[in-house]
């Protein structure tokens, strides 16, 4: 097991036509935890469904848990690392994939669960600016993940783990002196995180602040200029749960009320 975890599955209908083909990235669930670009569940019928019908499909693997989430908010463990490697994957697929007989002015990027979550991200990151032109979202925004009214966060869950493994007590994390930690993480053998992230009740936060264009409060405050400017950059968004009630109100509300999207789409319509 090692961090080198970055990997794309490429799928596409005849890459020698003369035609470019309309694209699809597919970002997997898993609560940042677990999940695979080969998950079962979704690949095999994104491939029989958009595959058949001239989409090229790319799904990507990225950093999970603590390789990807666990971080100190400094230089020695920065935040955000699996999303970091998802923007490399957008990157790649808009400079590449007209190789693979895709159009790199037609990319649509979705994801569900911790999938949508990064999509949701992604959306509004300036990181991710001008990498893809529309999304879809299934069941999760990224307003689920910097609520940290509970004291359930990234840096706790960070400080939790450090605790475990090394030692690594909250006076000494408070000093902010992060050598040892680092020391006695880069000799540790990975396998001895998966048991500590496999047991999180709600697997990994993101760190909004440094990803996004704004601070988190900024965001939640200004929603107005969020939905507006998500607007301008995207021919379409695309949200869906199983039930009106169940969406994350907090960042659907406000893209339904400034026009971001048309309608809600109700079961019967389908």
């Avoid at 694209?23 to 569940?41: D, Q, R």
Wanted: charged fraction near 20%; glycine fraction near 6%; proline fraction near 4%.
């Amino acid at each position: 097991m090692n961090e080198d975890c970055l990997y794309l599955n490429i799928f596409t209908p005849n890459a020698s036509s003369s035609n470019k083909y309309p694209v699809i990235l597919w970002i997997h669930g898993g609560a940042f935890v677990t999940g695979s670009a080969f998950t079962p569940v979704n690949l095999p019928g994104a491939v029989r469904n958009f595959v058949s019908n001239g989409i090229v499909v790319v799904s990507i693997q990225y950093r999970l848990g603590m390789l990807g989430f666990f971080t100190t908010k400094t230089d020695d463990f920065p935040p955000n690392r699996g999303l970091l490697d998802q923007v490399e994957a957008l990157k790649f697929v808009r400079e590449e994939i007209d190789n693979f007989g895709g159009d790199p002015k037609k990319i649509t990027i979705a994801g569900e669960s911790a999938g949508s979550v990064s999509v949701s991200a992604h959306t509004y990151s300036p990181l991710s600016q001008n990498l893809f032109q529309q999304a879809i979202m299934e069941s999760g925004a990224v307003w689920t993940c910097i609520d940290d009214s509970t004291g359930y966060n990234d840096e706790i869950l960070s400080m939790n783990h450090s605790q475990t493994l090394c030692n690594f007590t909250s006076d000494m994390w408070n000093d902010g002196d992060f050598k040892t930690l680092k020391d006695c993480l880069q000799d540790m053998d990975l396998l001895k995180f998966l048991p500590l992230d496999n047991n999180l009740n709600w697997g990994w936060k993101i760190t909004v602040d440094g990803f996004g264009p704004t601070p988190t409060q900024y965001l939640r405050h200004n929603r107005k200029h969020l939905c507006e400017s998500l607007s301008k950059r995207f021919r379409s968004l695309i949200l869906a749960q199983k039930c009106r009630r169940c969406f994350h109100w907090r960042c659907v509300y406000c893209i339904y009320c400034f026009y971001c999207i048309n309608s809600l789409i109700s079961s019967t319509e389908r």
